[in-house]
């Protein structure tokens, strides 16, 4: 069965600090990986979303890359705020219209100040 | 913008009532909009499938007769979930699917709690 995994259920760095959450799948071989922001209590943010044929993506302050032979996305953000703190979701597609996303259970991301 | 929203944010009922959630796009049209249930730490669990004008598509073991899905139209889709239950209390959030590309957009979610 498919499966996908975010290492670290929790994942704690100073401010100023790049942080990098890992995503990981087996089973599976998605048409793109999508990266969301979720605070508590709230419903996903889409962040970014990056295709199979694309090695990396940048927006601002983040970027995600994407691995398909070692099945793996990485997601980093650079110069981290005590506003980035949150929990980061990926999510994997496929093109298939009207498909939906399989999610990894989230990073929960702190920023010390 | 794609904004979808859901209604009642938070709602606290008695165990064996029935509860309503409204999920509507607001300025987009949507022919398929997905249920997910999320349950603390945990990732969001796909319920259901909704494509205006026509039957859910459920995922296996929801029970489509406990969790009852109508997309009346191409921006609303309601979940009442029947005879509800304490192990039913859980984050219920949907999403709905804007043009041709498959991008999602969710609603902010709905916290259910079955006393």
């Known amino acids: 069965s498919q499966k996908i995994e975010q290492n670290s259920e929790a994942l704690n760095i100073q401010e100023g600090k790049t942080a990098t959450l890992t995503c990981n799948y087996t089973n599976y071989s998605p048409a793109y990986l999508q990266w969301y922001r979720q605070d508590p209590g709230r419903g996903p943010v889409f962040l970014l979303l990056i295709r199979e044929n694309e090695k990396e993506k940048r927006k601002e302050r983040l970027k ?7 099945k793996q996305s990485l997601f980093h953000i650079t110069a981290s705020q005590p ?7 990926c999510a994997l597609g496929e093109d298939q219209a009207g498909t939906a996303l399989i999610f990894g259970k989230g990073t929960t991301l702190s920023v010390s100040s | 913008g ?3 929203s859901q209604h009642p944010s938070r709602v606290i009922c008695k165990s064996g009532t029935s509860v ?12 398929t909009m997905f249920w997910y249930r999320q349950f603390p730490k945990q ?4 319920m259901a499938t909704s494509n205006e004008g026509s039957k859910a598509t459920y995922e296996q073991g929801v029970e489509k007769d406990k969790f009852l899905i109508n997309h009346a139209s191409l921006t609303l889709s309601t979940l009442t979930v029947t005879s509800a239950h304490p192990e039913d209390s859980s984050f219920y959030i949907c ?4 043009g041709g590309d498959n991008e999602q957009f969710f609603g902010p979610g709905t916290r259910l709690t079955v006393l």
Do not use: G, H, N, P
């Open chain 1, 83 to 89: 506003a980035d703190s949150a929990t980061y979701l």
């Open chain 2, 2 to 4: 794609a904004v979808v």
């Open chain 2, 95 to 98: 999403s709905a699917i804007k």
């Open chain 2, 20 to 31: 309503k959630i409204e999920c509507r796009s607001l300025d987009f049209q949507a022919t």
């Open chain 1, 64 to 70: 995600v890359t994407f691995d398909t032979t070692l």
């Open chain 2, 43 to 46: 990732s969001l669990m796909l």
